[in-house]
């Protein structure tokens, strides 16, 4: 069993990385960075800052790799890892003096959140593309102002690359916990966008 | 990929559920930059070097901190103790103090040993002071009160000049007087205490 096999497993990885085979570390990097990615971004919301996260979690999961046991799947022991890296990165002084003197802006200057709003209906009406292009806007701008634990769920729910179960295991919550959060955000919303005068369905 | 986009609450959603899930999905639908696992792997490699330069540098320092120890004891054992010239050697009389007769030995003012170990005195120096370092004998005291007379006697200690030399040899003054040896007198016996009698013919007797 080599790195470079395609139907080599996870955990057929690990064994390899653990036996000194630097590739198949690399490998795993390449099948996990997104989820891993996506993971940071949840939490801490600025693309520059949740690369810089994944890539620490993945230099403490390569010292870390002789504790892997196997009894989980490597990616949730990884994904653990990075939402405690970014947990940590959330809570640092230095972020927290970084957002006070210039607010919700990473390093390309533009918020954290309105960054990763894109992609415009082109089949549209011009008029119908502006009232949706501001009501996504005003979305955005209100997952913001959600409960860290409810936008926290709700944008881990949103990535498309965890489910329930591992997204159970990095925040420590009960899987009916984190379905719960998941539903309370999307009516957390809902109910604001109707106090900004959008019909409330 | 996971798809955890199915609502809670039915697959149609309304106009304000289908905006939440775009939004959400233009958010967190983000791929890390290119060269990711290079930035990864850059990482790892200070992390493997500090490692092995972390002990280089703990070399050095401990070299340093041995030369640095070597240099300090060098500098202590160069630097000339104050007021210690030399250790006279040669035996002076015997000084003796018993009872009333008082010997005062003859002021001998001995020439001062060489010295047996002497620093190397470097150009440009200030005259230093040669520093012996002949250990000085304990003497052997034998009768701290000196012999049984009548009168207390002084500690009679062989070879005192030895200890506590009549001259201190001062290089500053090659003149000096020698000091006067130290006499005590000896101490006289009380008179006998005489105790009259009682009168016991007085009043009230």
Redesign the interface.
Known sequence: MTATEPSATDLDLVRLAQAGD?EAF?EL??RN??AV??AA??CVGS?AE??DV???A??TA??KLSTFRGEAQFRTWLLSITWRKAIDRRKSVTRWLKMTVNPARDDSGEDA?DQ????ASTDRSQEDTIV?EE??RN??RL?GTLPRKLRDA??L????????EQISRMLGAPLGTV?WR??EA?RV??KK?AALG???? | ?????Q???GPSG????R???????????????PG??H???A??EP?SARSVVFPRFAMVFGALAVVLLAMVVVIRDRRPDAGVDSVQHGAAPVQTVAGGAVTSPTPTVTAPAPATSSHVRRSGDRPTRRVTREAIPMPRVTNVFGTRTTGAAAAAVPDMDAVWPATLPDSRDEHASPIAPLVIPPVEAPAPIVIAPLNRRGPGL
């Open positions: 630097v690399g990097v390449e960075r997104r990615f996506r971004l949840a693309p949740a690369d994944a890539q620490e993945f230099v390569y010292r959140f990763m709003e894109r992609v949706d009501l996504q979305v955005t997952i709700l944008l729910a949103g990535t498309g690359e965890h489910t329930y379905k998941v539903s999307r919303l809902k966008l959008y019909a409330y369905e | 990929m996971n798809d955890n986009s609502r809670i609450g309304s106009r304000l559920d905006a939440i899930d775009r939004a959400v999905r233009d958010m967190m639908h983000v791929d890390p930059r990711f696992r930035r990864v792997f990482r790892l992390a």
